[in-house]
């Protein structure tokens, strides 16, 4: 039997079978690709049918919360199991797509749409990229379909899955007008209409879309201008390099064939470039120029392309279509090279992204505070939170105002009442919130009574190292001297570790291995001499320790190092940096680095730079413990009296 004839009991089955695969991972995952943003969506389905003022948040994506707040009620994972239902019929209207299109082998797209990593990791979430590309994939499929009215209907409503895809409406029109299809052109604004009367007749302003658009152009929070390139040098997360590979083989075919000689052959690869690489090449150019601008927010989150991996991959099925035709005169090599390269693009996507998805040192902290907060004598207090999964985690009402109610700005410090408990984070706290850490840590009606912070260091948004506080607001009279407790806290905490080792350097004398002819007069912070960092120099002296004596110690070690640092101009870049790390014969299975960037240098003054590290346990006596700068942009500066004590807990080293 000829293998298309297959694909009719094929095709269900593989369908069937990639449906019980995601959910059984959505089931296995604790955590989700994507962060808090998961959440925010899933507390608002969640609640919207008791806040029916939930169904027009615009952040919240309308047609998103629409569609998937019954299944909201069975809880999070009843928000997976819609993603994940959409993302089979997203594979299943891709076929049918591929077919139409006249694509070989159609039953392919189901591996290169469910298996491109970033479409992969995103449907175990509850983020609305994989709705907007399921109604995007429709419209397609409607339009090459001729039902053209229909198509417009269902790209209309696109917007309030993702709002920067408006940008497909232009494009549609333009396929409508191409095709002569005038009818269709007013249905392209139905769902628009449709929302606009709804939400007019609720909140009384028929201008509602305007005033409470989620995303200023220039936004207060996220503007931090990204590279032009960015989307780009992530397509490894995004396609991986099989499916990189067919998608410029299939971008070359579609120009190809539309400068070919014959018009019966244009025709098609006409409207493969309009509707299949206009709206993909467009959405991903216009998500590189959000974040090169930082404007509407954008801050490079690599997850928004996931809304036209559908499209991307009917283009990389037509370049596989083209090896596919070679390959028809031999068709047991074919099927051999098919389940070939659907096993690379599957192994890539599993290398890409690690399944089952666990939750981040974040996202554990926060569950490990709102687990202690539901236990403590505080929980039936009044309690104020930063981020939003301590909401969940905490089993609240995030919209119950009597209860519990987020932050919002750092002037609501001022109205919360006695006895509430903050719960403030540095991811959330100074960013969305506005709250910084020095006005909790400095206002003395706020009391700390817990500090988490993850094992490793954490650096989050906007370059803060990541911690948890949780406080309790005092009643007028009563204050309390957060620094000298988080100063007390620092003390005990250093009484539990015993140094083991310490090695120093002042750069006076060269030692092994050392260039002795970067040792340099011309400056010091002491002594005579110091060590030249320049266009020559990609590496810096440091320490390489074998690990033999360090060993002894059963547990994580922690280091500290101390330097001093002069450079002649500022440096704004993220490299050089100073790396501690632990190798063994083949990697390094602790690495970790800071950037000079974020040491605030004082130009042509001498800074003293501390970095603490904390590091997993050593493997093996043979391993090496290393510390030293790398400067890969060979940026000019001097390093003088680099210090670097290993300490071990006391607990190990009894």
Known sequence: MAFSKTEKYLVPILLLSLLIVFLTIAFVSE???????????????RYSFQYPVLFFHGWGRPLYTILSSPFAQFGFMGIKVFNSLLAVLTLWIGYLTAKKLGYSPPILILVMIAFMPVYFIMIFTALTEILAGFVLILSVYLFFRGKYIASAVVISFIYFARSEAMIFYPIFLAAYLFKKQFKAIPFLFLGILLFTVVGGIYFRDFLWLIHKFPYPIHSEIYKEHGPLLHFFTKRDELFGLPLEILLVLGIILIFVQLFSKKKDVRNQPFFELVLLLAPFAGFFAMHSVLYWKALGGSIGYIRVI?????????????????????LKKIPFIRYIFMALISCWIISVALKTYVVPVQLSEDEKIIKNVAGWFKNSEYANHLVYYTDPNFAFYADLDPYDESRDVPIFHAANLHNVPD?????????????????????????????????????????????????????????????????????NLKERDDLSWKEIKSFS???????????????????AHSGKSSYRMDEATEFSPGFLIQCSELKKNQGALKVRVSLFILTPTLIDTDQPSLIV?????????????????????????????????????VHAGTDMLKVYIYNPGKNLFFIDDLKVDVLGNIVNLK
Not at 31 to 45: Q, R, S, T, V
């Open 505 to 523: 350097n002042d750069f006076e004398t060269p030692l092994q291995g050392m260039n002795s002819s970067k040792l340099t007069t011309e400056t």
């Open 31 to 45: 955590g989700y690709y994507g962060g808090a943003d998961n959440i925010n969506h899933y507390l608002i389905a």
């Open 419 to 487: 006895s509430a408990i903050l719960v403030w984070d540095s991811h959330f706290g100074p960013n969305e919130n506005a709250i910084p850490r020095d006005s909790v840590i400095h206002n003395p009606r706020y009391r700390i009574l817990k500090v988490l912070t993850p094992f490793k260091e954490k650096i989050t948004l906007g370059g803060y190292p990541y911690e948890v506080l949780v406080l309790l607001r005092l009643p007028a009279g009563q204050l309390f001297d957060n620094q000298e407790f988080l100063k």
């Open 306 to 326: 996931t809304t036209v991996i559908p499209l991307a991959s009917l283009i990389c099925l037509k370049g596989y279509d083209l090896i596919d035709q070679q």
């Open 581 to 617: 790390s632990l190798d063994d014969k083949k990697t390094s299975y602790d690495y970790n680095f800071k950037s000079l960037r974020l040491m605030n240098l004082s130009v042509n003054q001498w800074t003293q730079v501390e970095y603490e590290v904390n590091l997993v346990p």
